[in-house]
């Protein structure tokens, strides 16, 4: 409803009446919300999983807090922690930090689910602590070490922000390589070549304004595809990992030139 309402005077004036959009689920790229923000719209996200009993964390929305971050809920027994995933303050994105269920926490998941170190469940959900709350930064899957952590949604949120007409689906892979490629999944009829370049003078400005280590480069580090090839799970989500394996001898081809 959003893509709706930026063609559709109507439809955004319809959003705009709302008292409050609930998000959960698959969070909101922060340029959609920042739409929202600026055309009135009021977004509240709401967290929950259903290991710890349901939902954890809640915006207050983007009419009365412009970065919309969440607010854990004080709810009794339920325990947790946000934990630092980098070890070292080296690591340009130290600041990263995973929610983590302790194991006196109401509903915590069977030993077998448990961190054998710790103990905990961790969730693998990321988050970025703000002044007033906690900023979602995606999962720990949405990132690869090249070689320091990148954070791949934003790579692939900008994708699909600037270059809709061209791509249907698209995933950031690299991990362990010095940075990231881009797989697109085309759906128009040009070349690979025209499709890559036109992909590289939308996104560049955006990558310019990334460090070294999470840029895409040049259209070289774009690999297009046709619809639908990529491995997926049950779901319809391009499974990254698999993606990396499949297309090996490609990226080991990018990297070595």
């Not at 969440?70 to 709810?75: G, W």
């Not at 955006?206 to 070289?220: A, G, N, T, Y």
């Not at 799970?233 to 990018?254: C, F, P």
Request: proline letters at 6%.
């Amino acid at each position: 409803m959003l893509a709706l309402s930026k063609a559709d005077r109507d439809v955004l004036s319809s959003l705009v009446s709302l008292n409050s959009i609930i998000s959960s689920g698959a969070a909101l790229p922060r340029a959609e919300e920042e739409y929202a923000r600026q055309h009135n719209i009021n977004i509240v996200n709401v967290f929950g999983m259903t290991e710890p009993g349901g939902v954890m964390a809640t915006s207050q929305g983007t009419r009365m807090d412009p970065s919309n971050a969440f607010r854990p809920m004080n709810i009794p027994g339920l325990s947790y922690q946000f934990v630092p995933v980098a070890s070292s303050g080296e690591d340009p994105h130290s600041y990263l930090l995973e929610l983590v269920i302790l194991p006196d926490s109401i509903d915590c998941p069977d030993a077998e689910f448990l961190d054998p170190a710790d103990g905990c469940f961790h969730t693998g959900d990321l988050w970025r602590q703000v002044e007033n709350g906690y900023i979602y930064c995606g999962r720990n899957d949405d990132w690869i070490m090249c070689p320091a952590r990148c954070d791949t949604r934003a790579i692939e949120d900008n994708v699909r922000q600037t270059c809709s007409d061209l791509v249907s689906d698209c995933i950031a892979v690299g991990n362990l390589r010095p940075s990231p490629v881009i797989f697109i999944e085309s759906k128009t009829n040009s070349s690979d070549e025209d499709v890559k370049k036109s992909i590289f003078k939308r996104i560049e400005p955006f990558h310019s304004q990334r460090m070294v280590h999470e840029r895409i480069k040049s259209s070289d580090m774009i690999v297009v595809v046709a619809p639908n090839t990529l491995p997926r799970t049950a779901k319809g989500n391009i499974r990254r990992r698999a993606v990396e394996d499949a297309y090996k001898e490609v990226l080991d081809q990018i990297y070595n030139n």
